[in-house]
């Protein structure tokens, strides 16, 4: 890892890229924009694969900017910082999640809801055009470093385990942030609809809430992990649950019978939304099953501001709660990507950079 010698200089980056929706990754070079006054450079040690990543590189939302180095789920070790930065000192952990900056200026970065900037300069952590640097296209965490404002990057405590803490950075607080906005509580019967990277950490926030919490997933492949987690029940898409729901959480990346899960909410109960299907097969509800399945709310919800994703960390290390995750190498990361939308995979894979070739 090159530090830089001075503030002007762009800083090398090797990185994992596709050059098309149907590219498989390969080795990329390029570099990022020098460390700003306050920027932090970070030696990126662990990249989750997140589901969001698959649609990305695939160009399953949008027409997807190549090369594309994907990763906003990343954890590493500062190795230099701008002249300005007075919240990490190299040598600090950070982490890094979907979004590298923001206006700053708008009421809702003020508030710290940066992902909704009212003046559309979010800058994603990658496939996003950087609006406060020439508009060139940012790259993500599938790389040995990342440039960010200290406004962007998250204090991870030292003894923290980094491999745990990259997938909260997208899965954690994705999940946290509609668990707190729905006011889970002790005895709120939760459900969590699909079971994967996004869908654990819902099931273990929910349970340390106090939340009674229910599975829903394909198959009964994952059934013991639900239990071993706090689940209290467990149903695939061929149940007819009997009990009713105060929130659902729904993280299912393909299409799927939304109706059938408003049905089972309770009065007055929640179905929050943060499953990201392919534009082609987004599921439609009709919106007189609404009428005839009143008094039931249903929202979206997208990731979280910085202040709730430090809040998520805090409350993660504090009460223990990691994801499941399984290390690979980045020579895996097309077989990883085929497992994940094929059923094969259990819950997070996280790349651990270091062995890179
Ligand atoms: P994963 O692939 O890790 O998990 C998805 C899970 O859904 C898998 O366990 C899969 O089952 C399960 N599943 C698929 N179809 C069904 C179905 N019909 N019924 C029940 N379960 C089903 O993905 P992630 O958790 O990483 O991401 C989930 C979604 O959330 C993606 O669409 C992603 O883009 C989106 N997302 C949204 C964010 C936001 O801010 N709103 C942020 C991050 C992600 P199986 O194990 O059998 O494959
Ligand atoms: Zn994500």
Same mark, same amino acid.
């Given at each position: 890892?090159q530090t830089p #010698?001075n503030?002007h200089?762009?800083?090398p980056?090797k990185g994992?890229?596709v ?6 990754f390969?080795? /990329?070079a /390029?570099?990022r924009?020098p460390?700003?006054?306050?920027d932090i450079?970070v030696?990126?040690l662990?990249? @989750?694969? !997140?589901?969001?990543d698959i ?5 399953e939302?949008r027409? @997807?900017i190549y ?7 990343i954890?590493?070790r ?8 007075s ?6 952990y950070?982490?890094?999640g979907c979004?590298?900056n923001s206006c700053g200026? !708008? ?7 940066e992902?909704f900037c009212?003046n559309?300069?979010?800058?994603f952590t990658?496939? !996003?055009?950087?609006?406060?640097h020439d508009n060139?296209?940012?790259y993500?965490g599938?790389?040995?470093?990342i440039? *960010?404002?200290?406004? /962007?990057?998250?204090?991870v405590?030292? +003894?923290a385990?980094l491999?745990?803490?990259a997938?909260?950075l !997208?899965?954690?607080? &994705?999940?946290y942030?509609p668990l707190?906005f729905? @006011? ?5 019967k939760?459900?969590?609809?699909g079971?994967?990277g ?5 099931v273990k926030y929910?349970?340390?809430m106090?939340?009674?919490?229910? *599975? /829903?997933?394909r +198959?009964? +492949?994952?059934k013991?992990?639900?239990f #071993?987690?706090?689940?209290?029940s467990?149903?695939t898409? &061929?149940?007819?649950p009997?009990?009713?729901f ?7 990346p393909?299409?799927?019978d ?9 009065y007055d @109960?929640e179905?929050?939304?943060?499953g ?5 097969v987004?599921?439609?509800?009709p919106i007189?099953?609404?009428v005839?399945n009143a ?14 994703t ?9 009460n223990?709660?990691?994801p ?7 020579q ?5 990507y ?9 819950f997070?894979?996280?790349i ?6």
């Amino acid at each position: 890892m090159q530090t830089p #010698t001075n503030t002007h200089q762009r800083i090398p980056a090797k990185g994992y890229a596709v050059h098309s929706k149907d590219g498989k990754f390969e080795p /990329f070079a /390029f570099s990022r924009h020098p460390v700003g006054a306050n920027d932090i450079l970070v030696e990126i040690l662990y990249a @989750g694969i !997140c589901h969001s990543d698959i649609h990305s590189a695939r160009s399953e939302w949008r027409e @997807g900017i190549y090369p594309m180095v994907p990763g906003h789920e990343i954890a590493g070790r500062v190795v230099a910082i701008g002249a300005e930065v007075s919240k990490f000192k190299v040598g600090d952990y950070a982490g890094i999640g979907c979004m590298v900056n923001s206006c700053g200026e !708008c009421e809702a970065c003020k508030k710290s809801q940066e992902q909704f900037c009212e003046n559309g300069k979010t800058v994603f952590t990658y496939n !996003c055009l950087d609006y406060f640097h020439d508009n060139e296209p940012h790259y993500g965490g599938y790389s040995d470093n990342i440039v *960010v404002s200290e406004n /962007f990057a998250i204090k991870v405590p030292q +003894n923290a385990p980094l491999e745990k803490v990259a997938p909260l950075l !997208c899965a954690g607080i &994705t999940t946290y942030a509609p668990l707190r906005f729905s @006011g889970v509580k002790k005895g709120t019967k939760v459900a969590v609809a699909g079971f994967g990277g996004l869908g654990s950490m819902a099931v273990k926030y929910a349970v340390a809430m106090g939340g009674d919490v229910a *599975v /829903f997933a394909r +198959n009964e +492949n994952k059934k013991q992990a639900a239990f #071993t987690m706090g689940a209290k029940s467990f149903y695939t898409s &061929t149940d007819t649950p009997k009990e009713r729901f105060d929130l659902i959480i729904s993280t299912i990346p393909e299409s799927y019978d939304v109706l059938a899960y408003i049905k089972l909410l309770a009065y007055d @109960g929640e179905l929050a939304i943060v499953g990201l299907p392919p534009s082609a097969v987004v599921p439609k509800i009709p919106i007189s099953q609404l009428v005839y399945n009143a008094n039931r709310k249903v929202y979206g919800s997208l990731i979280g501001g910085i202040k709730e994703t430090q809040e998520m960390l805090d409350f993660s290390l504090q009460n223990k709660i990691y994801p499941e995750t399984e290390l690979i190498t980045p020579q895996d990361i097309d077989t990883a990507y085929e497992n994940l939308t094929t059923g094969k995979a259990k819950f997070r894979y996280v790349i651990d950079m270091k062995r890179a070739n």
